[in-house]
C-alpha cells in the first residue's frame, strides 16, 4: 500500500470498529480522527508517522494499538490516560 494521507474527512465514518493502515507512507492523522468514536482496534504499524497528537485520547473505546515500525521520537503525555489494553 502507498496511501500518504487520509481525507480530512475520514473521522465521520462513525461506525468503524477496526482500522488496519499497516505498511503505508502517512506522516500525521487528520484531527477528524479523535472523531472515530466506535474505533476498537488501530493498527498504524510501519508508516512515517512522527508524530501521535493528543487526539487519540478521545479514542475512549480503543482496546488495541499499534505504532510499531514508525518514526516517532516519543508520545503525548495524554496517551498515558488511554484505556488501551494493548500498546
Excluded: I
Excluded at 512515517?48 to 516519543?74: H, P, T, W
Amino acid at each position: 500500500n502507498l496511501v500518504c494521507a487520509l481525507p480530512r474527512r475520514f473521522g465521520f465514518m462513525n461506525g468503524l470498529v477496526e482500522l488496519f493502515l499497516d505498511s503505508n507512507v502517512l506522516e500525521v492523522l487528520p484531527p477528524s480522527f479523535s472523531r472515530l468514536a466506535s474505533l476498537r482496534r488501530l493498527s498504524l504499524a510501519r508508516n512515517k508517522l512522527y508524530a501521535v497528537d493528543d487526539f487519540m485520547v478521545e479514542l475512549r473505546n480503543l482496546e488495541y494499538l499499534d505504532l510499531e515500525g514508525n518514526q516517532l521520537s516519543g508520545l503525548p503525555d495524554a496517551v498515558g490516560q488511554m484505556r488501551c489494553r494493548t500498546m
